[in-house]
């Protein structure tokens, strides 16, 4: 056995207190913890905290380039590791639209810049289309091969339904899925709240289920003819989940997120147009939570991820029609998830298999499964912790989430990258 | 009764004792406004913005007489003459009226929530004068108080509301009121102009103007926006008139002493019959003269509550 660098001692792991050896950036071993000396390792007492492989999220926007002040790769990345993650996706709806390969090319730079020595790792979405006009296809083996690790409209998706299905087979040629936010942009006219009783009360212009249900159903049924695979965005409704688990009784290649707030929020936080609320697509009922909860149990929706949406203090302090969509989710997104396991609605497997296995193999990211040779990422994790998620302490330049203020339990302790302590 | 609100965002906030407290005050300025002199010293020294950021002609003009009728200084601003057409936003917009230390705001704005947006941020009374499709407080108390002078009490009167229900403010407010003081309320419009999940509101839906309008003791018409076309909500305005417009026919349906309301401003001859908005049966000019009436009772109380 190679000497360890590294030690991590006494650290809970599938509820034993294992120890955690590291070697060249990489795991060594975990095995039974035990007080045997290490010369000349560092070794980290962890004692009563969770050991986790480090979370990978597929779907953020990190606004840069072009609108810097909402947030930067440096900040992004950041409130990731902070918020436990080591693997970023970010959305293509930047100024200049990551639409080419220097575009991706410059992100990656600025990445590495963020963190010299090593840091959370960053996967750039290409642009489906060229400006995310949905007219042209963007030069996606380019982009590919300039590290694009998938492919998207996201906020813009393809009206053209002849357009999106060559983007599928274009995009397929490169090896890299592609992922669709799922909302018919002729039924749904209005964004950021779900049409339901409470848009009704308070007057507001809304967008139904079947807005986002009709282009799932679209996805599912293009998947299964071309026999590609489609990775739906942000799931918010039962019309969906159900869609999804007919298309996967067919074998159809789809996978699918939802995010912490369709599980933890419903449309009635919208009273009081509070403006952080307003998210796309929107919250919905408390029906739809139960039909999320129940598809994370039975393996129709496979992986979380934040859709994390940072925006500056004064563009969502204005009326609540005039306030862009978007929740920031970097920070928070693992101590909301928690509370899911803490509260016995899903299982401690199932929170890190949402969290990592499906997101890394989905997407071909590196994966830390505590096997000999995996990237040594990983984070301590102290469950009883308990936090308010304030301005504070995001480290987002993105203060816009409705759990502000809420107290929240388990946090990061710290957070080792490729074996670098980072938080 | 000491009047405990600061703002006045939406009917919903007010108790039936509390309307009817508006009622009751209203009653009392309207009398003012049948004086040769219509002038009281009740605000003296008191200052209301008068903020519009959406065009108005009854409703500005209406809180103007109010304010000015209770010798309070009424300052006005609308969206084009203010620094919001320069890209200021509300809340600075807001500030910057708020520094200058009025008492209270008026405030009209096309965003619904926007009165509430201002309600959080500012010290002064804000006032509700219609935000976008969410409520329209003082329209529906002077709705209200035009019925309540007709009848004495609306307890266990039905009020038909037809038109576009689905984007109007004034169907909102006013169902919330009606219901309060005891009325029932129906609604009909087309299927297109109905606000989803109407079922679960408090009234009774009807796309059919006849089975509607029958034993009903009055019908408040809402304006059509005639947009709603090529909006795609309608085919056009004949066919509207001709299936949903307030005709003679209709009017025979509901009860014999039924009154016919409109909040203004009318497209004769689309929601309503033009010879309908004159007969001795409309209260449409009477809503108007209330209007100054309870928005003097309301000035009154929010300006000079206990702080």
């Known amino acids: ?102 575009v991706t090319d410059e992100m990656l730079r600025r990445a590495k810049t963020a963190f010299p020595e090593g840091g959370p790792r960053l996967f750039p ?21 300039a590290g694009c690790a998938a492919f998207s409209n996201d906020g813009l998706p393809i009206k053209n339904s002849e357009l999106f299905r060559r983007a599928m087979e274009y995009g397929s040629d490169t090896g890299k899925p592609i992922i669709d936010h799922c909302e018919d942009p002729y039924l749904a006219p209005a964004v950021g709240v779900n049409e339901g009783e409470v848009s009704s009360v308070l007057g507001l212009g809304a967008q139904p289920d079947v807005a986002e249900a009709a282009q799932v159903a679209r996805d599912l049924l293009m998947a299964e003819y071309l026999d590609m695979h489609i990775h739906l965005a942000h799931i918010s409704c039962r019309k969906s989940v159900d869609l999804i688990a007919w298309a996967k009784k067919r074998r159809v290649k789809v996978t699918a997120e939802t995010c912490p707030h369709y599980l933890l929020l419903t449309e009635e936080a919208l009273h009081g147009y509070n403006s952080d609320t307003k998210v796309n697509p929107p919250l919905r009922t408390a029906d739809d939570v139960e039909a999320l909860l129940a598809g994370i149990k039975d393996g129709t929706i496979d992986m979380f991820a934040t859709d994390h949406a940072p925006h500056a203090a004064h563009e969502k302090e204005v009326e609540f029609m005039n306030a862009p969509c978007g929740i920031s989710g970097l920070d928070s997104a693992l101590s909301l998830t928690w509370s899911l396991v803490a509260d016995g609605k899903i299982t401690f497997e199932t929170f890190v298999r949402m969290w990592t296995t499906a997101p890394c193999e989905t997407f071909d990211l590196p994966l830390n499964s505590f096997k000999k040779g995996d990237p040594a990422d990983f984070f301590l994790f102290d469950p009883s912790d308990e936090w308010v998620l304030n301005s504070k302490n995001m480290h987002s330049k993105g203060k816009n989430t409705p759990f502000r203020g809420q107290t929240l339990k388990g946090r990061v302790i710290s957070h080792f990258l490729s074996g670098k302590k980072i938080v | 009764m000491e009047w405990r609100h600061k703002d006045l965002l939406d009917v919903t906030q007010l108790s039936k004792e509390e309307v009817q407290h508006v009622f009751e005050t209203a009653t009392y300025f309207q009398e003012i406004n049948s004086r040769p002199v219509k002038k009281v010293p009740t605000l003296k020294g008191h200052s209301v913005v008068l903020f519009f950021a959406e065009p108005s002609t009854r409703t500005k003009t209406s809180f103007d007489m109010a304010g000015k009728r209770l010798s309070c200084d009424t300052f006005s601003l609308a969206k084009s003459s203010s620094s919001l057409t320069k890209g200021e936003t509300l809340k600075d917009t807001a500030l910057t009226l708020q520094a200058m230390n009025p008492d209270g705001i008026v405030l009209r704005h096309w965003a619904s929530g926007a009165a509430q947006f201002l309600a959080e941020r500012l010290d002064c009374s804000i006032i509700n004068a219609g935000d976008g499709r969410h409520a329209h407080p003082t329209q529906a108390l002077l709705d209200g108080f035009t019925l309540y002078q007709e009848w004495g009490s609306l307890e266990g009167k039905t009020v038909l509301i037809l038109g576009d229900i689905a984007h109007s403010r004034v169907a909102r407010s006013n169902l919330t009121l009606l219901n309060k003081m005891g009325a029932k309320v129906r609604f009909c419009g087309p299927r297109t102009l109905l606000p989803p999940y109407i079922k679960n509101w408090d009234a009774e839906v009807y796309t ?55 909040p203004g401003p009318m497209n004769r001859g689309v929601e309503i019959n033009s010879e309908l908005a004159d007969c001795e049966a409309s209260l449409v000019l009477d809503q108007v003269a209330s209007g100054v009436a309870t928005r003097m009772a309301l000035l009154y109380l929010y300006l000079t509550r206990k702080k």
């Not at chain 1, 289309?129 to 982009?143: D, F, I, N, R």
């Open chain 1, 1 to 102: 056995m190679s000497h360890p660098e590294l030690v991590i001692r006494k650290a809970v792991w599938k509820g034993e207190e294992v120890d955690l050896l590291v070697a060249d950036g990489k795991i060594l071993d975990v095995i039974p913890s035990s007080d045997a000396m290490y010369e000349g390792a560092e070794v980290v007492a962890a004692r009563g905290l969770l050991l986790m492989p480090s979370f990978t999220d597929v779907h953020t926007h990190l606004r840069e380039p072009g609108f810097e002040y909402k947030e930067d790769i440096a900040s992004g990345l950041k409130a990731a590791v902070h918020g436990g993650f080591s693997n970023i996706m970010c959305m293509a709806n930047t100024d200049p639209v990551n639409d080419n390969a220097v």
């Open chain 1, 125 to 145: 979405i290409g642009a489906l289309t060229k400006g995310l006009a949905g007219e042209e296809l963007s030069p996606m083996h380019e982009m590919a091969e």
């Open chain 2, 208 to 262: 059919d103007i006849n089975e509607a309008c029958k034993g009903v003791d009055a019908v408040m018409c809402l304006r059509l926006q005639l947009e709603r076309q090529q909006d795609g909500l309608l085919p056009d305005l004949r066919e509207y008139s001709n299936y949903f417009g307030l005709g003679h026919k209709q009017i025979e349906l509901a009860n014999p002493d039924v009154k016919i309301m409109h």
